[in-house]
């Protein structure tokens, strides 16, 4: 079952959108969430990632301090939300999961490292 993104639209620089991703199966404490983004010609890369039962995140340099991830463990929703939006911000954004049998405190930012993709969500930041 796919992972289901929603939340992006056209905003102008300098707003905000907030991110959600639904895992309609069941997430597992062990598992990390996260976001990646990809705009066109350009590689994908990654945004952010929270571990489910740890709450511990990671970020990019490029939005720290203007995006924050956060989880929902009873809905098994998980979210960026993102302020302060920049034209450099607009891309495809990819919610995805990092399936895992064992605990760890660690974060990935490769997306290899991720095992389940979202279809994406299009944020367009105006300038």
């Known amino acids: 079952v796919q992972l289901q993104a929603s939340g992006g639209g056209l905003v102008q620089s300098g707003g905000s959108l907030r991110l959600s991703c639904a895992d309609p199966?069941?997430?597992?404490?062990?598992?990390?969430m996260g976001w990646f983004r990809q705009a066109p010609g350009q590689e994908r890369e990654f945004v952010a990632a929270?571990?489910?039962?740890?709450?511990?995140?990671s970020y990019a340099d490029a939005v720290k301090g203007r995006f924050a991830i956060s989880r929902d463990g009873v809905k098994d929703i998980w979210y960026l939300q993102m302020n302060g939006l920049k034209p450099e911000d607009s891309a495809v954004y990819y919610c995805?999961?990092?399936?895992?049998?064992?605990?760890?405190?660690?974060?990935?930012?490769?997306?290899?490292?991720?095992?389940?993709w979202g279809q994406g969500t299009l944020v367009t930041v105006s300038s």
């Open positions: 199966g069941r997430a597992f404490a062990n598992d990390v």
């Open positions: 995805v999961i990092d399936r895992r049998t064992s605990y760890s405190r660690r974060i990935y930012t490769l997306s290899e490292e991720y095992d389940e």
């Open positions: 929270i571990g489910w039962r740890s709450g511990s995140t």
